[in-house]
């Protein structure tokens, strides 16, 4: 049974700083992307960060670049998302996804480009 479980979610004032863990067990993502996504109250889920199998190439929402960092551990089959000078806006639920074959990087952006998610891990920053 695949499982991804993110972790290191919380409550932060604006400015400040989480990072949020996803570790993966039952298959090895290794070779395969990782991304994060987010959801909002009543907003649909947004592509916040992707990494590739080999952790080379990072690619992010425009409005976290130069803010967030996602990274992994291929050892620890574990991606991790690094978010700093955090918003109000950058309040959601943050899902971890992991690519169950290689898809290109076209598709690291889009959720229909991933095939197993984690439960998801509440942030929330006060102003």
């Known amino acids: 049974q695949v499982q991804l479980v993110e972790s290191g979610g919380g409550s932060v004032q604006a400015g400040g700083s989480l990072r949020l863990s996803c570790a993966a067990s039952?298959?090895?993502?290794?070779?395969?992307?990782m991304g994060w996504f987010r959801q909002a109250p009543g907003k649909e889920r947004e592509f916040v960060a992707a990494?590739?199998?080999?952790?080379?190439?990072?690619y992010y929402q425009g409005s976290v670049k130069g803010r967030f960092s996602i990274s992994r551990d291929n050892a620890k089959n574990t991606v991790y998302l690094q978010m700093n000078s955090l918003k109000p806006e950058d309040t959601a639920v943050y899902y971890c996804?992991?690519?169950?074959?290689?898809?290109?990087?076209?598709?690291?952006?889009?959720?229909?480009?991933?095939?197993?998610w984690g439960q998801g891990t509440q942030v929330t920053v006060s102003s």
């Open positions: 996804a992991g690519q169950g074959y290689y898809r290109g990087s076209n598709y690291y952006m889009k959720d229909y480009g991933y095939d197993y």
């Open positions: 039952g298959r090895t993502f290794s070779n395969y992307g």
């Open positions: 990494i590739s199998g080999s952790g080379g190439s990072s």
